[in-house]
């Protein structure tokens, strides 16, 4: 089955201070293959001992890794870069096989990984400080930019890549070591891109990757004074624990959580054209991603149009292996995400919710559920406040703008947001209405490495990718040099 190029690229223990690092006790843990419940691999299980190592090797490798050029940094990641675009096949293939997702969408997944390792290569020589125009003539005020030091990272499952290079990229052209730990579902895809850092000729304890029992791990690493900063992508409810975690040492946080995003067709849209933007920001991924359209509001007098038209172009979606070809929707993750989905659905229809298509489980086994689209979506049902992360488009009806802005902001969550006019009057007052961190005009994909990435409200604090995404790891230094007249 594991048929790969590299065969370097399967890896099957942690990632400590350059070296492949087994579990002392031999605990394993098996990743299986959603499609099929298969085992792909048994990957060995670290805790407690080999996180403190780790640590250590972060916090020995920062002294001499914040020490290099920034020119250096940056070949080194744009030789990582080139490695994950040269093994692009074989990460794509470990990806779908312990992810789900259909391998278009995984090799897209690996060139958008690679895009923030390309990005902080040539940021990290744009890392300035200034000179402030002293109040005194015998003083010279300065602000230097400096490395936030060792760093944590935990990262889920649904962008098994990606969500790792975002927070790895920044950290070490900011000249940061790093402390990995990847959602226990698809770690294959985290250590492929450890074994490439070793590759690219990353000094060991730079970039260092633990697998093993979220919370044993984590608990290392918030509660250590060594470790500086923790970035973590996944659920709200555990982002809020870490925030807490992290409180009595003090440490700058980035979370990237939750988001439950609008996606508004206004009727003097192009209907063609959200169409399309609500088919690719709701299936990719199964809808098991962070920025997908949760809630479809459409406007009253192209309700029933939007909803027959969209409904047939998601009767064509083709659903199964990621592996096989011209599959649109893989498996869901495990089967609590099956049973959610199945509870918001059943929610949805008893609240009066009209099944227009799918609905149920789909043959291609266990974890596959039909592509759905359920119309007469209402206020009460579950769907309108919760994150559903499947294949479920609800369609709400709404009169007017202001109606609808106040419908959309209407959630705890703040990360994405979508919506379709061609008034450039609404689309400015829109856009600025919205309560979200992203703002999709007239276009359901919007993600970029070269673009801030975060959430307002519970969706989190701070920003990835861009000019912006670098700050999170450095630390401003204020120096006054006084008594220069003497
Ligand atoms: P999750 O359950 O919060 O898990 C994310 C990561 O946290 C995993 O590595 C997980 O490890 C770890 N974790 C779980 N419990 C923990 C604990 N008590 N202490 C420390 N770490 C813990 O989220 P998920 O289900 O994997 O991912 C889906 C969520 O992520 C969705 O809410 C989605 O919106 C969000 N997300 C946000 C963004 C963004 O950029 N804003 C991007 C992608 C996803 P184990 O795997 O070992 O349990």
Redo the contacts with the bound molecule.
């Keep these: 089955m594991l048929a790969l190029k590299n065969s370097k690229l399967l890896c099957t223990d942690s990632l400590i201070n350059g070296k492949w690092v087994k579990e002392t006790k031999n605990r394993t843990v098996n990743v299986i293959n959603p499609a099929n419940q298969e085992i792909i691999a048994t990957v060995s299980s670290v805790g407690v001992i080999e996180t403190q190592q780790a640590i250590t090797s972060a916090q020995q490798a920062q002294k001499t890794w914040r020490a290099t050029t920034a020119k250096d940094r940056s070949l080194l990641l744009r030789r990582w870069h080139d490695l994950l675009l040269k093994n692009q096949e074989d990460l794509a293939l470990l990806m779908t096989l312990e992810q789900g997702k259909p391998l278009t969408e995984s090799r897209g997944e690996i060139a958008y990984a690679a895009s923030f390792l390309a990005w902080f290569a040539e940021e990290a020589q744009r890392i300035y400080g200034d000179i402030i125009p002293s109040y005194s003539n015998d003083r010279r005020l300065m602000v230097l930019k400096e490395p936030v030091g060792v760093c944590a990272a935990?990262?889920?499952?649904?962008?098994p890549a990606a969500?790792i290079t975002r927070k790895v990229g920044p950290a070490l052209a900011a000249g940061c070591t790093i402390i990995i730990?990847?959602?226990?579902?698809t770690p294959l895809t985290a250590l492929a891109l450890g074994q490439l850092s070793i590759e690219a000729g990353i000094p060991p304890g730079v970039v260092n990757i633990l697998v093993g029992?979220?919370?044993e791990i984590?608990q290392q690493l918030t509660s250590s004074t060594l470790v500086r900063k923790l970035s973590?992508?996944?659920?709200?409810p555990?982002?809020k624990?870490?925030m807490k975690e992290c409180a009595d040492t003090m440490k700058k946080v980035s979370l990237?959580?939750?988001?439950n995003a609008p996606f508004i067709v206004f009727d003097d849209a192009d209907i063609d054209s959200a169409i399309e933007g609500a088919m690719l920001s709701k299936f990719r991924n199964a809808g098991q991603?962070?920025i997908c359209a949760n809630r479809i509001y459409v406007q009253s007098n192209i309700y029933q149009a939007f909803v027959e038209k969209f409904s047939a172009k998601v009767a064509r979606l083709t659903v199964g292996p990621g592996h096989e070809s011209n599959i649109d929707q893989g498996p869901l993750i495990n089967i609590a995400a099956v049973e959610k989905v199945e509870a918001f659905v059943n929610d949805a229809v008893t609240l009066g919710g009209k099944i227009i298509i799918g609905g149920a489980r789909h043959t291609r086994g266990k974890l596959f559920y039909q592509p759905t689209v359920i119309a007469n979506a209402t206020q009460q049902m579950k769907l309108a406040h919760e994150?559903v992360?499947g294949p479920i488009a609800p369609i709400f009806k709404f009169n007017s703008e202001e109606e609808v802005i106040t419908l959309a902001n209407n959630t705890e969550y703040g990360?994405a947001s979508y919506f379709y006019s061609r008034d450039i009057g609404r689309i400015w007052r829109v856009s600025e209405a919205l309560e979200t961190g992203l703002v999709g005009v007239n276009s359901g994909v919007i993600s970029t490495e070269v673009a801030p990435?975060?959430?307002y409200k519970a969706?989190?604090i701070g920003r990835?990718g861009s000019k912006y995404g670098i700050e999170d790891y450095l630390n401003t230094k204020y120096v006054c040099i006084a008594d220069l007249d003497k």
């Design positions: 935990i990262t889920p499952w649904n962008f969500m730990k990847p959602a226990l579902e029992p979220a919370q984590a973590f992508t996944g659920s709200t555990i982002g624990h870490l990237e959580l939750g988001g991603t962070c994150e992360f990360l990435f975060g959430g969706s989190g990835e």
